[in-house]
C-alpha cells in the first residue's frame, strides 16, 4: 500500500487555514498550454493501465457468476444482477456469515493495531524529542522493523510463536504465566487473534514513529520553554502543545494507518499459511481464499466491492469530521 | 528546558520496553540461525552453544534462493524506477501548472490508495489469463506482469509524495532559470531535480521495499522461475522437516540489503518524508 499525504483536494476547508497547505500553481498558459498534459500523460496511460481498467472490470466481475468454468473465457459466465452481492450480505447462509464473522475480527484488530501501533510511535517520539547521549542509537533501532522486509520480519514472529519451540511460550514459562508443561498453542484457536496483533503492531509502529518524529520537528520549542516557566507539568505541555502541533500529521497518520491495517492480508497470509484459524480470517484474507480456492471470483470480487464501499465510506466520514473540527478552530 | 524526574523515567520505561519488543525478534532472528537443525526443532535455547554457519550455506541449495533474490532485485528495482520517472514528470506538472483535470487526477490518486489489493488482484488476474489466451502475451510468471501490479501501490504514492515535495520547492527558483532562458524541461531536470534529491530518494527507498516485501501479487502472479523471495521463503516448509534454522538464515540474508540500504539513506527518507508528507 502507499502513503497519503494531506493535499487540499482532499479536505479543501481544514488545508485552508493551514498556513503553506494551499500554494495555488503559478497560472502559465498561452503558449506551451500543452506541456502539463504532455508531462501528466505517461501517469495517466498508467493509471487507466493499472487501476481504472482493472477496477472496471472488477465491478463487472462482480455481477457474475465467474466460477472456474469461466476464467478462461469470461464473457461466456452467466449475468446474476446483484446476485453475489445477495449471497454475501445475506448473514443468515453460510457465505454471509463468514464474512461478518472476519469483518467483526477485522474491525477489532484494526482498533487495536492502529490504536497501539499509533501510542508507542508517540510515545518513542516524545521520549526522543530532545537530544540525550544515545538517542541516535534509539532512533535508528526503531526503524529496523520497518526496513526488514515484511515477510522476513513476520516468518520470524511465527518461528517464536511456535507452541514447544517457541520463544514466546518459554518467557511466558520462565514468568510462571503459563503451565510449561502444557504450553498453549498461539497460531491455532482464539489467541491467533493476539499473535497476529503483536506481530502487526512491531511491523507498523516504526511508521508512526517516523511520521510523529518528523512532526515534532515543526513545533516551535519556545512554545515548550513558555509553558515549562509557566510551572506546566511534561504532561499538560503534551496535551497543550504537542497534540495540538501534531493535528496535521495525525489527521494523515491515522488514517493511513487504518486504510493499511483494515487491508492488511501479509500478516494473517504468512503467519497461518493455508490453516487459518477463525480468529485470524481477516477480511483480504478471507476474500483471497474464498476467490482462489471455491475458484469463484465473481463473489470474491463482489466482497472486495464491499470493502471498497465501507472503506470509502469510514473515510469519507473521517475526512467530514476533520474537516468540521478543524473549521471550528 | 530542564527534565523532572518524571520524563526521565517515562523516557527509560519507553525505550527499555520499546527496545527489547524491537529486537527481541532480530535476536531470535539471528541467533537461531547461527545453529543445527536438531537446536531449532529442540526447546529453544538463549544462546546457539552448537555455533555454526553451515545454514547460511544450506540455504542456497535448499532451494533456488539465487534466482528468486535476483528476480526480487529486478522487479522491485524496476517498479520503484520506473514509477519515480513517471512521477517525477506528472507531479511536476501538478505541482507548478493550472490545467483541466488537475484536480480529478489527484483525487484519483489519492482515491487509489484506499484500495484493498484484492480488488486489483483479481481482475488484473483474468485480464492476464485472457490476453495469454488470445494474444499469446504470457504476462503470469513474467517479470511484466509483476512489475505491472507492483506499480499499482509504487506510483500513485511516488506522484503523491513528490508533488508534496516540489509545492515546497520556491517558486522563484523556476523563474530564475526561465529568466535565463531555461525551458520548462530543461528547469525541471537541470533545477528542480537537484533541489528534490532528498525526496526523490525517500520515493526509491519507499517504493524498492514495499516492492521487496510484497507478497499478495507475488503469490499468485509468480511461477517456479520467476518467483520472487517473498514467495519463495515458503519453500523451506517441507512435508518432511520445517527448516527452522535456513528459514531465520534466509531472513537474515534478505533483510540485509533492504536495511542497510535504509539505514543508510535513513536522513534522505525522513527529510524527504516531512518535507514531502507532513504539512
Known sequence: MVLTTEKPEVAPRGAASRPGAVKLPKKKRAAGWWLPFALIAPAIVFELLIHVIPMAVGIWMSFLKLTQFYIANWGAAPFVGLGNYQIALNFNGAQGQALLSSFVVTCGYTILVVGIAWALGMAAAVALQKTFRGRAIFRTMFLIPYAVPVFAGIITWKFMFQQNTGVINQILGALHLIDPNNPPFWLIGNNAFAAMVIVAIWKLWPFAFLMLMAGLQTINEDLYEAASLDGAKPFRQWRNITLPGLGAVNNVLLLVLFLWTFNDFNTPFILFGGAEPPAGDLVSFHIYNTSFITLNFGFGSAMSVLLLLFLMLVSAIYLAFINRRSRRA | MRETTGFK??????????????????????????????????????????????????????????????????????????????????????????????????????????????????????????????????????????????????????????????????????????????????????????????????????????????????????????????VGLGEYSTQVNVYWNQIMAASVVVSIPVVIGFLLLQRNFVAGLSAGAVK
Not at chain 2, 524498492?208 to 518467483?227: D, H, N
Request: proline share 5%; hydrophobic share 55%.
Open chain 2, 9 to 230: 523515567t517515562f523516557r527509560i520505561i519507553t525505550l527499555a520496553v520499546l527496545a527489547v519488543f524491537v529486537l527481541l525478534p532480530l535476536y531470535v532472528m539471528i541467533t537461531s540461525a547461527l545453529k543445527p537443525l536438531v537446536d531449532v526443532q529442540g526447546k529453544f535455547t538463549w544462546w546457539p552453544t552448537n555455533f555454526t554457519i553451515q545454514p547460511f550455506i544450506d540455504i542456497w541449495s535448499t532451494i533456488p534462493l539465487a534466482s528468486y533474490f535476483i528476480n526480487s532485485v529486478i522487479v522491485a528495482t524496476s517498479a520503484s524506477v520506473i514509477s519515480v520517472i513517471i512521477a517525477i514528470f506528472a507531479s511536476y506538472a501538478i505541482s507548478r501548472y493550472k490545467f483541466r483535470g488537475r484536480n480529478t487526477f489527484t483525487t484519483t490518486i489519492l482515491a487509489t490508495q484506499m484500495f484493498p489489493g484484492v480488488l486489483f488482484l483479481l481482475p488484473l488476474y483474468l485480464i492476464f489469463i485472457n490476453i495469454s489466451q488470445t494474444l499469446g502475451i504470457q504476462l503470469i510468471g513474467s517479470y511484466l506482469g509483476l512489475i505491472i501490479t507492483y506499480l499499482t501501490f509504487t506510483l500513485p504514492f511516488a506522484i503523491w509524495m513528490l508533488t508534496g515535495y516540489f509545492d515546497n520547492i520556491p517558486r522563484e527558483l523556476d523563474e530564475a532559470a526561465t529568466v535565463d532562458g531555461s525551458t520548462a524541461i530543461g528547469t525541471l531536470l537541470r533545477v528542480i531535480l537537484p533541489v528534490a534529491r532528498p525526496g526523490i530518494v525517500a520515493v526509491l527507498v519507499y517504493s524498492f521495499i514495499t516492492a521487496w516485501g510484497e507478497v499478495l501479487f507475488a503469490s499468485v502472479l509468480t511461477t517456479q522461475t520467476s518467483r520472487t523471495l517473498a
